[in-house]
Each structure stands twice: as C-alpha cells, then as structure tokens.
C-alpha cells in the first residue's frame, strides 16, 4: 500500500494542476498497464475524529505535510519494487511523501 | 467515468480557460467585489478534478463536470451566507429564495451566459480608472487563468512587481465600485477601445517579447487571440475595429514558426522561409479584414491589419507591394502620431521611396535614444548604402539596449558583417 502525504496544492496554478495531473494519470496507467495497480482512491482534506468516549470533533488536524491525500494498493514481489515504483510518484518536488506498507495476510491453517 | 482516462483527450489549457470562464461567471454571480471568493471557488473545484480525474481518469463532458462542481460550491457558499446584498447587489434577491438559486446559478453556467460573462469580465479588467499595465495582467489573471509567476515569468519580471499591479487593479476595483456591467451607449465606445488596446498590447508582448522561451510568447498571444475572438463574436463589440485587431492578430501569428530558427535565433522578415507561414491563420486574417470596411470607421488597427496582409499576401521580401505599405504607414502616422511608427513609416520608405530619405527620416525622429531596433534599423540602412564604419556604430549603440539574447546574437553577427568588407 502507498501512502500519499503532503500539503494541499494551494496556490499551483490551473495550468499547473493540469499538468500534474497528467502525470498521476500516465503513472496510473504504467502500473495498470504492467498489472500492479490494484486499486486507488483521492481523499478529501478534513474529516471527523471519533474517540473512545465516542466525542466527534473534526480533524484530524495534523501538520500539513502530514494531511493523507490518497492510497494506492499494488501488486510488489518485494519493498525495493515498490519502494522504485515511487520514483514516478508526482508531488515529490512539492515537499510530499510515500509512505510504503505492506497489508498483512494471515495464512488460516485449513 | 472512463477508467482508461488518458491525459491526452484533454484540450490542451482547459483548467487555464475553464478557470478563467468560471471566475467571470462567479464574479458576476458573487459581484466583482467578492472576485477573491469566485478565485477560491474555482481552485478547489480544479484541486478536486485534478485528484479525482488524476485517480479515475477524465470524465466524459469534463467542462461540465467542472461546472457543476463550481455551481454547488457557489450553492453551498451562498447558504452559509446570509447577507446577499453585500454579495450580489445584482442577484440578492433571486439568491434568498431557494426556488430561484439553484435555476439562477445554472441559468449563468449556460454557453451564452458564459460568454457575456467573460466579455463583462473584460471591460472591468479594463475600466479607464485601472493603469494599462494593472489591465493586461489582470485579464491574464482573471480571464486567462494565468498564476502570478506565470505572469511575471511572461513578463521577464518578478512576482512581486506583478503582485503589486494586480492589488492596483483591485483597489481599484473597490474604490470605484466597479461591477461586471456592460456599459452603454458612447461608454461602450470608449471602453471597448481600452479592452482592444490592452488585447493588442497582450499580443504584442508575446510576439515582441524577449523572454527565451517560446512556448510561452505562443500562449500570449494565442490568449490574445481567443479573447479578441470572444469580442467579435458578441453583436454588441462585434465592430470593425475589433475584427481589424483579430485580423491583424491572425496575420502576425501565422509567421510565429517562421520567426525563430533552430538554436532560437531570430530570423528577419527579409530572410524568413515563406513556405513555413501558417496559411490557414492567413487565410482567416483575410476573412476578417474583408469584413473591416462596413459599416464605416477608422482605427489603427485597420491600417496595421492592411500593412500586415500586404506582407502576407507577398511572395518575397522583394517583391513586396511596399509603395503601398509607405502609404498606409502615411495614413497610420495620422490616426497614431507616435514615434514607433514613424520608424516604420521610415523603414518602409527606404523600400518604397529611397535608403536616403529613409535615413533623413529615422534622424529626425525623436523620442526612441533607447529603443534598440531604432538602432538597428539606421544600422541597417547605413550598412545598405555601404557606410559600415557608421552601421557597427548604430548596431553596438543596439546592443547595449537590448537584453534579449536572441536580438543581441542578431546584432553581434551584423556587427561581424561590418567587419568583414
């Protein structure tokens, strides 16, 4: 799983974020196309907290940086593969993140 | 959705033009006053087109995507505040009920809407109480979606000095009450010169411009030129003049591939290949100039639109009908006194007239010491009529004025040319 974190792109302009999202689009399309994209999802910046006390306040506030702003699960044979898959990862140069997790499959003993 | 979305069935600067139609349209709801909102508005609907498509891929109508996006965050907006007069003296009453917002907000979302939108949009940018310059770069902010660095970077200047001719404009904007009307009767006349004349200089500045970069001079005027299109494309400014300007604009743009050669170097008009004109834009720029004559007025741009097609329409520099062009440079000189076009009017009369005449005509020009191609053309002339000695020094005095690298590799190699004889 991939972890997207890092500001909000505020103040990039139209043309910018056009071409950015070009980008997301061609490294989506390198991944289907080599069968390791799995699935993805955007997430929508703010949200709602919920503690064991079952008070609700918004946040998560965490710094900018830290604001997750989507997933990708893929299809690795190892982390180095999908620590490499991340060189096509486009937000780097605004100061983001990826976070790189493995999801846990328990073998069930039949 | 297509999941296959591809960039490529995108239209090249469709944020760029779709966020500039969106803030016309949203200031218009919102009022001109609240133009900061319409801006945020627009940003976060193209944030969540851009994580949402950039995932997904490009919906099927992407223009309509984006415009319902816009529609429910003005909605939403709209809700939260409840002083609608303060918002759109304009829409106040229309906004308070929940009947009317919703057929309001989509009535001003529709193709013609959208257009008048824009066309308001411009004669705000430029109302007379705003600076010219303030002008051009708030309709490249507002009407071209263009950011502030995009600005300055067209510019060759920095953000801060484009900062400070947009906060003018706005302040401007406040203090006067401006709103995005359509003025009328002799007012229209008026303003509708300001918006042509800060088109041309638009354009201008990406034909003429030193910046380096080609791609963005092409935009420049490419913007130029699609705003000049939304002028005569609305009965109301839909005048001679404008479509003198759009002509003139078509006939420049189509040599913008011929003008510079591999490395970037400038070619003159003299030495450029004709076979790279762009004929279809020169095909349009006589469309349009047909259509110049009726009903009746005189402008600049009738004349300059004139000159420019008699170029076009030559098969070489040489053969060019240049008695002609000195006789609407003549005429041009009349309705535009200025000291520019005198040098034109000069440089066209050494072809038409003589070089010496030329030449007593560019020296007694005055008020272009430190314009560079007022150097180059005496330069010229004098190298033409075999003084080299006196060319190397007009050319060196150029090269001193003009930072571009492309005019000063021009004028070192002219220089060199001097030498060599």
């Known amino acids: 799983m991939l972890i997207f974190q890092g500001p909000v792109h505020a103040g990039q302009s139209p043309e910018k974020m056009q071409e950015n999202m070009g980008k997301w689009m061609a490294w989506i399309d390198k991944l289907r196309k080599s069968d390791r994209y799995l699935a993805g999802e955007p997430l929508l910046p703010g949200g709602k907290l919920v503690t064991s006390k079952r008070t609700v306040t918004d946040g998560p506030y965490t710094e900018g940086k830290e604001v997750v702003g989507g997933f990708f699960i893929i299809k690795a044979k190892d982390f180095d593969e999908a620590v490499s898959i991340c060189d096509d990862y486009p937000d780097f140069n605004h100061g983001a993140t990826v976070q790189v997790r493995q999801i846990m499959k328990v073998e069930v003993p039949a | ?421």
């Open chain 2, 1 to 421: 959705m297509s999941q296959q979305g591809n960039i490529y069935e995108l239209a090249d600067h469709l944020f760029r033009h779709e966020s500039g139609k969106m803030v016309s349209v949203l200031s218009r709801l919102l009022g001109l006053q609240n133009i900061e909102i319409a801006q945020d508005i627009v940003q976060d609907t193209l944030l969540q087109a851009m994580s949402t498509w950039g995932f997904n891929g490009i919906p099927d109508k992407p223009a309509a995507w984006l415009y319902r996006v816009a529609k429910n965050k003005a909605i939403d907006y709209l809700r939260r505040q409840r002083k609608f007069e303060e918002i759109s003296p304009q829409y106040a009453y229309l906004l308070q009920s929940e009947y009317t917002l919703s057929p309001t907000i989509n009535n001003l979302f529709l193709e013609n809407e959208m257009q008048d939108s824009q066309l308001r949009m411009m004669f705000a940018c430029c109302h007379p109480s705003i600076p010219e310059e303030s002008q051009v770069a708030l309709v490249l902010k507002t009407l071209c979606g263009l950011s502030v660095n995009e600005i300055s970077n067209a510019f060759l200047t920095n953000d801060e000095t484009i900062n400070k001719r947009i906060y003018r404009a706005k302040e401007k904007i406040r203090q006067e009450n401006i709103e995005l009307d359509v003025p009328q009767g002799n007012e229209l006349q008026t303003r509708l010169n300001s918006v042509l004349k800060s088109l041309y200089l638009l354009f201008n500045e990406g034909y003429h411009s030193s910046n380096p970069n080609q791609l963005i001079r092409e935009d420049l005027c490419h913007e130029a030129m699609r705003l000049c299109y939304l002028i005569i494309e609305h009965p109301l400014t839909s005048r001679p003049r404008s479509k003198a300007l759009l002509s003139l604009m078509c006939f420049q743009a189509s040599r913008l591939n011929a003008r510079l050669d591999d490395k970037g170097h400038i070619i003159l008009l003299k030495y450029q290949d004709r076979s790279k004109w762009f004929l279809p834009l020169i095909q349009k720029g006589f469309d349009y100039l047909d259509e110049i004559t009726e009903p009746f007025e005189v402008s600049s741009y009738h004349f300059e639109a004139a000159i420019a097609s008699l170029h076009a329409a030559a098969p070489s520099f040489e053969q060019t009908d240049w008695k002609s062009i000195h006789q609407l440079y003549i005429l041009l000189y009349q309705v535009q006194p200025s000291p520019v076009v005198a040098m034109n009017k000069a440089i066209a009369s050494a072809y038409a007239v003589g070089r010496q005449q030329a030449l007593a005509e560019l020296r007694a020009i005055s008020g272009l010491e430190n314009y560079y191609l007022y150097h180059t053309s005496i330069g010229e002339i004098c190298y033409d009529l075999h003084d080299r000695a006196e060319a190397k020094k007009y050319f060196e005095k150029a090269l001193q004025l003009t930072s571009s690298q492309q005019e000063q590799q021009l004028l070192k190699n002219k220089i060199l040319s001097c030498l060599e004889s």
